[in-house]
């Protein structure tokens, strides 16, 4: 069994930030990513970031991706591995890994858990139809495969997510029927809201599905409005004729090796889930765990690479690494994040945070 | 409304649309970002120190129209498409707009294409004056339309195309 500083779970911004900054510290690190690629929903992102500089703000999304990539490149302590999924976390340490067809084991003396998060469904009438998709999906298919997913699609949910992919749909040459949205208000920045809304894509809050229709695949989707009890309102059907239906209704942390290695959890809608507890170190409960990007809250990219970048310090300091600058690098760190959840929009994650963070360190 | 239909109303627009004092004087941009996102690479870009963020970078833009010269360099890089450049000055009934644009093919300059408002209806025409290609692949798409139709003309679609 191989003994390591620290192993990182999950090659998205949050990983990424966390391997090069232990890294930088001194630390050796194993950096695991289960799919080919490393980059996490970045490489799929192909419109321009929001955040300040230092997030990389105004670059796109997969544009990021390589610079972060460059950075754990030039890391000669880190090793990165693909295709490497990490299995379990257990009582005495060991991390299993199943790396193409291989069966690993480690002991690694930190762990950084960054697996980001899932998308949730939606439950309705045939919602089973191939044309159904999350947006992840489609993203997948358009971004990285060159492959269109439909002709014709419905958006459901106007957050970030489904107003920047319907607006990568109609980039792609995809008609975009409508984006509908079950809340009042449309959740997403207005700014991504105004940019489909110019290409005549009409949104529709206070809407939601009631049925799919099609029998070996989607041919039409019923929509109707909801009253503020979220009602459906009789008599106020409109069908709409889609090949394509993306679901862009709210992501979930993957915490699963987070319960297994016996983290402290607490159910916090506002971050999405189930989420662990932290201190301002990004560690758990489990004084060897600690946590970065949308696995401890569902959040935006920057805020991920910030936490990365804390967790990753913290860590090698806990394993005794340090450098001259260590401690005004952590202090404009957690600037920076401060500074990124200032706005009234991250009102919501920082109550979410406050249901979640241990006073002290452990 | 914005927060619903994701169009701005005319008061919103009222607040970030040049005087006509300004207007008289030449090209100045036109900043249509309502909310306060963290986000500040319009304040960034801006040569002339004409956008801030004075406290933090949650504010929403702070514009000084007496800096700005219309240059256009804030147009290609917010990330919220929601900067443009209008220029009344540009001829007799003829106003300049500079808008972001970021689907292919582009047009080309000489072009005529349909101009679209804000909810993405057309208005009319508008020939394509010059396509300014960046290194971040937002184009800047500089258009020629009567200057009745500068304040509504937000997006353009090329002959022929559909979209939503
Ligand atoms: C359409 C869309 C638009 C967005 N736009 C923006 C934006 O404009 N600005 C912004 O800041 N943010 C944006 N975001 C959010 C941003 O992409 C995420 O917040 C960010 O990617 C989270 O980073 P992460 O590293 O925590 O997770 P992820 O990027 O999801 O990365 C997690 C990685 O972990 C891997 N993994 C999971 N489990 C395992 C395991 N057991 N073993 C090994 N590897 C594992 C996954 O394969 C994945 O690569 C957007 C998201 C979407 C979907
Ligand atoms: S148009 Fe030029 S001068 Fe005016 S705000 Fe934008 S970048 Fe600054
Ligand atoms: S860059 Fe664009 S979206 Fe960002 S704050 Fe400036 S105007 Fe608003």
Partial sequence: MKEVDIVVIGGGPAGLSAAVHAAKMGAGVLLLERSQALGGQLVKQTHKFFGSRQEFAGERGFDIAHTLMEQIAQQEKIEVWTNATALGYYPDGVLTVKRNENFRTFRPRKLIVATGASEKALAFPNNDLPGIYGAGAVQTLMNLYGVMPAKRVLMVGAGNIGVIVAYQLLQAGVEVAAVIEAAPRIGGYWVHASKIRRCGVPILTGHTIRQAHGTTQLTGVTVCRLDEKWTMIPGTDTLFEVDGLCLAVGLSPLTELLWQAGCKMNFVPELGGYVPWRNEYLQTTHKNVYVAGDVAGVEEASAAMVEGKLAGLAAAFALNHQTADFAADYRAAKQQLNALRSGPLSAKVCHGLCKVMLEEAM | MLAIDGTATAEDLQAVLPTPDRRRRGAVAVIECFQEIPCNPCADACPRGAIT????????????????????????????????????????????????????????????????????????????????????????????????MATAVRNIRLSGEVRA
Avoid: H
């Fill in chain 2, 53 to 148: 963020m004075p406290e933090n970078i949650s504010q929403r833009p702070v514009f000084d129209p007496d800096k700005c010269n219309g240059c256009g360099v804030c147009v290609g890089r917010c990330p919220g498409l929601a900067i443009f450049v209008v220029d009344y000055s540009y001829g007799e009934d003829t106003a300049l707009l500079k808008i972001p644009y970021e689907f292919r093919p582009l047009p080309q300059a000489g072009d005529s294409v349909t101009a679209l408002d804000r909810q993405g209806a057309a208005v009319g025409s508008a020939r394509v004056v010059k396509v300014q290609e960046q290194k971040n692949r937002t184009t800047i798409l500089w258009l020629a339309v009567t200057a009745a």
